[in-house]
């Protein structure tokens, strides 16, 4: 027999708990609780020393069903709706690409009008220059 030695006295070794929390999966707790509401004093009692539970837990179980419960109904149905700052933001990033745009262009036709400009101030002084630099 596991437990006894073989003088037939108990092990006083105690079998090693877990070392964290328990976890209770939503499934459990919705049936325990379902279970718990139906029965009378006594059979709660064993119920919650049949699992190992405490009475706090399930009061815990039941606040955070009811919280569930208020958090679904307070939704509102259908796709949610955008938030203000993305909107403002996807405006934004819009303006700024058309303004680079403008700015682009401006600076090439600012470009070509200096280069214009120094086309007409070669030839209005009356000589092209040649290669060198020197005037013909």
């Given amino acids: ?4 030695n073989d003088r037939g006295t108990p ?3 105690v079998e090693p708990r877990s070392t964290g929390p328990r976890r ?12 718990y509401e139906t029965l009378d004093r006594q059979g709660k009692g064993a119920l919650l020393r049949r699992e190992g539970l405490y009475s706090s837990l399930i009061t815990n179980w039941r606040e ?4 569930g419960a208020k958090t679904a109904l307070a939704a509102p149905a259908g796709r949610p709706k955008a938030d203000p700052r993305d909107t403002e933001i996807t405006r934004l990033q819009a303006h700024v690409a ?3 745009t403008e700015l682009g262009k401006a600076r090439t036709v600012i470009e070509v009008q200096g280069k ?5 101030d070669q030839l209005a002084t009356g000589g092209a220059t ?4 020197e005037s013909k």
């Fill in 1 to 4: 027999m596991a437990g006894i």
């Fill in 11 to 13: 092990d006083p070794q």
């Fill in 24 to 35: 209770c999966s939503a499934e459990y707790k919705a049936r325990i609780l379902a279970e």
């Fill in 64 to 67: 955070q069903r009811e919280r």
């Fill in 98 to 100: 058309r303004l680079e």
């Fill in 116 to 120: 214009l400009s120094a086309l007409l």
């Fill in 130 to 133: 040649t290669t060198n630099g």
